[in-house]
C-alpha cells in the first residue's frame, strides 16, 4: 500500500503547533510521556495475556528500550505491549482522545506564555514529542495481528499512514531530534531523565546508545536504567516527595501536585497495600456520569485493571493510584473481580481509612482542608445518601458556607454558634452560592442573627431529604414552611391590621389558583414578598433541579406568596386595597408581586410577555 495521508483533527493541528513553537523549559517531559504510553501499553498486554494466551505469542518478559543514535540524530523508543492497529493509529494519535489532553485544549487560551504553562498542569501525552523532534515515526504491531502498520508526521497538518514490517507486537516510536534539541541524544541526560520521571516503573527501562570510544570497534552499550521496584512495595522512609510526585503523574495521568499521600501496607487476614493520592485539582472527568473510581488494582506487583468497579465507593472517586492485594489470584478475570469477598473487605477498610485520614487533616490542617472540600466536597458528599453505613462520619467531615463566615463551617460549628431555644439548623439551597446569598428568604434570619448554611451543590437537595437531622437537630429549609422567628405578638399585631387583611383578600382573590395561600411574612425584611414552599411540599430549588432533569411527574407544586407588612410598597397597596377605585390598579399589581417573587427565585414570570406590558402600563401611569 502506499502511504495515506491523514488530516490532523482541528484542534490536534493548534496543539500541535503550539508544541512545534513551544518555549516550554522541561521538553524533557516527551520522554516520561512515551515511557508512560510504553508501560501501560505492557500492563494491557499482560492482563488481556491472563485471558487470552494467543495474544502473547510467546512474550513474557514485557520491556521498554531506548535506543539512541547520534549519527542519525534519532531517539528510539521501543515497547512490546499491545500496540496498535491503523484504526487505533487514526483515533490515537490524530485526535484527541484522551480526556486530560482535551481539557488542556479547552483551556489553551492562544496567548504563549499562558498556554506554555498550561503544559506543566496538564500535560499533553504523545503529541509532546513534536516539542523536541521534527519528525516522528511510530511503528506499532497490535496483539493478535501479524500486520504492522507505520505513522509518520512532521507535526504540521497532517500524517501519513502506510503498510510496514515489525517482528512482534507492540510500538516503537523514533524522535528525529531538532537541532536545539541535541541535548536529549546525551546518555547521562537521558539517564537522568529516566531516574527522575520513570524509576518507578516496574518494567526494565534499558537505554542502548553506541560506545562513543573511537578506538574501539563500534560496539553497543546497553544499561538498565531504572530501580524498577514498585514504589508502594518500598519503605516510605525510602520514597521521596519527588519520587511520589512523579509516581502520582504516571498513575493518575494528572500534572498537579498531589494534596494528600495515603501509603500504607495491611497485614492480617487479608494483606494489600496501598499507594493512593488526592489531587489538588479537579481532574477533568471528575462528573462524568460513569462515576467509575479510578484506583488502579495490582496483584503481588502485577497490573491488573484500572476498570473496577468495586475498588471503591464511586464517592472517592477522585481518589487516584492503586492498591495491590497479595490475596487475589494473579489470573483473575474482570467477572471473578465482581462481588469479589476479599475486594469488598479491601474496598470497605481502604474507604474506612481515608475517611479517617480527612478527619484528620480537617482538624490539623484546616486550609488544606478547605481547599480540598472546594474541589472534592461535591463528590464526596453523594455518600452522605449513598453509603447509610458512613453517613454520619461524612457528615463530620463536611463543610458549608454560611451567612456566619466567609470561611467553610462544619456542622459541628453550626451547633455550636446555635442561640438558646434554636432547635433548627437552618438551610437555603441555591443554583450558586452567589444566588443563595441573595435570596429574600434570607432577610429576617439575619436580621435576628440566626445562621443559616449555604447548599449550592445540586446533591445537597438529595441528601437532604435523606437526612432528618444531625446531633439531635433536625434540618429546615428557610424557603419552606412558615418561619420560626419567635416576636409571635408582633407578628399578630401586624396580621390585624385591617388594610393588610384587605390586602391579602384583594391578591388571593387575584391570583387564585396561581397561589396557595397568602400570608404575612416574618421572614422577609427589606423585600415586599417572597415565595415558599409549604410543610409538606417539595422545596422549591429541588422542584427546579427535578424540572430542569425533566425527572417531575405532574406539574409544579404552587407556593404560598409571603408579603412584608413592613415594607412601604405593601403599605400603599394595603392603603389603596380599602377603595374601590383600585381595583384594577391591584389586579396588575398583584400580578407583578407574584412574578417578582418569581423572578427573585431565579424563574421566569409565567407569562414575560403580559409581565412586561403591565410594568409598562405601570411606569406610564406613574410619569403622567
Ligand atoms: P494517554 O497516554 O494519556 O492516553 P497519549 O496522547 O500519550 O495520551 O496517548 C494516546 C493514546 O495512544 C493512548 O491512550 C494509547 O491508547 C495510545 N498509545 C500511545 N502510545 C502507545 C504505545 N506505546 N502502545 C500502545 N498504545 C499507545
Not at 80 to 109: C, E, P, Q, W, Y
Not at 431 to 444: C, F, H, I, M, V
Request: net charge negative; hydrophobic share 35%; glycine share 6%.
Amino acid at each position: 500500500m502506499k502511504s495515506e495521508k491523514h488530516g490532523f483533527e482541528a484542534e490536534v493541528s493548534r496543539l500541535l503547533h503550539m508544541m512545534v513553537h513551544s518555549v516550554y523549559s522541561e521538553r524533557e517531559i516527551f520522554l516520561r510521556e512515551l515511557i508512560s504510553n510504553a508501560s501501560d501499553a505492557c500492563d494491557k498486554l499482560r492482563y488481556e495475556g491472563l485471558t487470552n494466551e494467543k495474544l502473547l505469542d510467546g512474550t513474557s518478559d514485557f520491556a521498554i528500550d531506548i535506543r539512541l543514535d547520534k549519527d542519525t540524530k534519532t531517539l528510539t523508543i521501543s515497547d512490546n505491549g499491545i500496540g496498535m492497529n491503523k484504526k487505533d493509529l487514526i483515533s490515537h494519535l490524530g485526535t484527541i482522545a484522551r480526556s486530560g489532553t482535551s481539557a488542556f485544549v479547552d483551556n489553551m487560551s492562544g496567548d504563549e506564555k499562558s498556554d506554555t504553562n498550561l503544559i506543566g498542569q496538564f500535560g499533553v501525552g504523545f503529541y509532546s514529542v513534536f516539542m523536541v523532534a521534527d519528525k516522528v515515526e511510530v511503528i506499532s504491531r497490535k496483539a493478535g495481528s501479524k500486520k504492522a502498520w507505520a505513522w509518520i508526521s512532521d507535526g504540521i497538518g497532517e500524517y501519513t499512514i502506510s503498510d510496514a514490517k515489525k517482528d512482534c507486537s507492540g510500538t516503537q516510536v523514533t524522535l528525529h531530534i531538532k537541532d536545539d534539541a541535541t541535548e536529549f541524544l546525551e546518555v547521562m541526560r537521558l539517564k537522568n531523565i529516566i531516574k527522575t520521571y520513570s524509576d518507578h516503573i516496574t518494567l526494565p527501562i534499558t537505554l542502548i546508545s553506541k560506545n562513543d570510544d573511537d578506538k574501539a570497534e563500534e560496539k553497543e552499550v546497553s544499561e538498565k536504567v531504572n530501580d524498577g521496584t514498585a514504589l508502594w512495595a518500598r519503605s516510605k522512609s525510602d520514597i521521596t516527595d519527588d519520587q511520589y510526585k512523579e509516581f502520582y503523574h504516571h498513575v493518575a495521568h494528572s500534572f498537579d501536585e498531589p494534596a494528600t499521600t495515603i501509603h500504607y501496607r495491611a497485614e492480617g487476614k487479608i494483606e494489600y497495600t496501598v499507594l493512593l493520592f488526592i489531587p489538588s485539582q479537579q481532574p477533568a472527568d471528575l462528573f462524568e456520569p460513569s462515576r467509575k473510581p479510578k484506583v488502579k488494582l495490582y496483584v503481588k506487583r502485577v497490573f491488573i485493571t484500572e476498570d473496577c468497579e468495586d475498588l471503591l465507593p464511586g464517592y472517592l472517586r477522585f481518589m487516584r493510584g492503586v492498591i495491590d492485594s497479595e490475596d487475589l489470584p494473579l489470573n483473575i478475570s474482570r467477572e471473578m473481580l465482581q462481588n469479589n469477598p476479599v475486594m469488598t473487605s479491601i474496598s470497605g477498610a481502604v474507604t474506612k481509612r481515608i475517611l479517617t485520614d480527612l478527619e484528620k487533616k480537617a482538624k490539623k490542617d484546616v486550609k488544606g482542608y478547605n481547599d480540598f472540600w472546594n474541589n472534592f466536597g461535591a463528590v464526596l458528599k453523594e455518600g452522605i445518601y449513598e453509603d447509610f453505613a458512613r453517613r454520619d462520619q461524612i457528615l463530620k467531615i463536611s463543610r458549608f458556607h454560611s451567612t456566619a463566615d466567609e470561611e467553610l463551617t462544619s456542622l459541628e460549628g453550626y451547633v455550636s454558634r446555635m442561640g438558646e431555644g434554636q432547635d433548627t439548623i437552618y438551610y437555603i439551597t441555591g443554583d450558586s452560592l452567589l444566588a443563595a446569598k441573595r435570596s429574600p428568604q434570607l432577610e429576617g434570619f439575619k436580621a435576628k442573627n440566626i445562621e443559616v448554611l449555604y447548599l449550592t451543590d445540586p446533591v445537597d437537595e438529595f441528601w437532604m431529604q435523606m437526612v432528618p437531622e444531625f446531633d439531635g437537630k433536625k434540618f429546615g429549609s428557610v424557603t419552606r414552611g412558615a418561619a420560626d422567628l419567635d416576636d409571635k405578638k408582633d407578628d399578630e399585631k401586624k396580621a390585624n391590621t385591617p388594610e393588610i387583611e384587605a390586602l391579602i383578600a384583594v391578591i388571593k382573590t387575584n391570583l387564585g389558583e396561581a397561589v396557595k395561600d397568602v400570608r404575612i411574612s416574618n421572614r422577609l425584611t427589606d423585600s415586599a414578598v417572597c415565595l415558599v414552599a409549604d410543610d409538606n411540599d417539595m422545596d422549591m430549588h429541588m422542584e427546579r433541579i427535578l424540572k430542569m432533569h425533566n425527572k417531575l411527574d405532574g406539574g409544579a407544586s404552587t407556593r404560598v406568596m409571603e408579603i412584608n407588612a413592613e415594607n412601604s410598597l405593601i403599605k400603599t397597596l394595603a392603603a389603596a386595597a380599602t377603595k374601590k377605585n383600585s381595583v384594577a390598579a391591584l389586579k396588575d399589581a398583584s400580578q407583578i408581586l407574584l412574578d417578582q417573587a418569581r423572578i427573585m427565585e431565579g424563574d421566569l414570570p409565567d407569562d414575560p410577555v403580559a409581565f412586561a406590558s403591565r410594568l409598562s402600563l405601570m411606569m406610564t401611569n406613574s410619569f403622567s
